[in-house]
């Protein structure tokens, strides 16, 4: 393992690159032109989405609760919310927030290519200011801001999570620093702020925990019912 530096910020593979390669090859059903062209332009300008196996997992999950009304916490240019999108059918409601109104003009255009465009609601700003401003509550809050937020988020999100809704955040791994003593951060204080989300999260009794190892590390939530 090569030691971590500032242009090699993987400390730690969560899950081997030839097992991924292998899950990603599984998928590849799920191609389709607006979406290979939102990959394409994240490999081209280096922005970070959650990729392939992530996004369908993020379908699953929504899915799998029958999830009407998502809320995103950092949308970049709708890459999860695509997933989310299809999740939650012509009825429901996915509301991104980025801070970056380019964003929003991409976002719209990529799921409106690919038909989703009136399932999502995109707001310009600090998602914690127009999450504040939105009410009801929300099957998923979806949180991928900057990583020194996290624990504000989950702070934010977590009483408006339905029951047996669920509380969702890339990056709970951050290329394995979390789980090493010796390593460089991307941004100082981002590392011991994932940190303290994670076991806020695992620590809090109204909330079942799990964190999906796959690519950066997915860490789910779910509201118990009882």
Same mark, same amino acid.
């Given at each position: 393992m090569q030691p971590p530096t500032i242009f090699n910020p993987k400390v730690l593979n969560p899950v081997d690159p030839a097992i991924e390669g292998y899950m990603r090859h599984l998928v590849n059903r799920t191609d389709d032109p607006v979406l290979t062209e939102m990959e394409t332009m994240a490999e081209n300008k280096n922005f970070p989405i959650v990729g392939r196996l992530v996004g369908i997992f993020l379908e699953t999950l929504a899915r799998t609760i029958d999830a009407k009304r998502v809320f995103e916490f950092g949308s970049g240019y709708g890459y999860s919310a695509y997933w989310?999108?299809? !999740?939650? %059918?012509? #009825? %429901?409601? &996915?509301?991104?927030?980025?801070?970056?109104?380019?964003? $929003?003009? $991409? !976002? #719209?255009?990529?799921?409106?290519?690919? *038909?989703? *465009?009136?399932?999502?609601?995109?707001? &310009? @700003?600090?998602?914690? +200011?127009?999450?504040? =401003?939105?009410? @009801?509550?929300?099957?998923?809050?979806?949180? +991928? &801001?900057? $990583? /020194?937020?996290?624990?504000?988020?989950?702070?934010? !999100? =977590?009483?408006?999570?339905?029951? /047996? *809704?669920?509380?969702?955040?890339?990056?709970?791994?951050?290329? *394995?620093? &979390?789980?090493?003593?010796?390593?460089?951060?991307?941004?100082? %204080?981002?590392? #011991? !702020?994932?940190?303290?989300?994670?076991?806020?999260i695992f620590n809090d009794p109204e909330f079942d925990a799990f964190i999906n190892p796959i690519r950066d590390g997915v860490i789910v939530a779910r509201r118990k019912t009882k």
């Open positions: 989310f999108s299809k !999740a939650v %059918g012509p #009825e %429901g409601n &996915v509301i991104c927030s980025d801070a970056d109104p380019l964003n $929003k003009e $991409k !976002a #719209e255009r990529y799921l409106n290519s690919a *038909g989703l *465009g009136n399932r999502v609601s995109f707001h &310009v @700003g600090f998602a914690q +200011d127009i999450f504040s =401003k939105t009410e @009801g509550m929300f099957d998923i809050c979806y949180n +991928d &801001v900057d $990583k /020194g937020q996290y624990p504000e988020v989950w702070h934010l !999100a =977590k009483n408006k999570i339905r029951l /047996g *809704g669920l509380y969702i955040a890339d990056n709970a791994l951050w290329h *394995g620093r &979390v789980a090493v003593d010796n390593y460089v951060d991307i941004v100082p %204080g981002w590392t #011991e !702020a994932i940190m303290e989300h994670n076991q806020l």
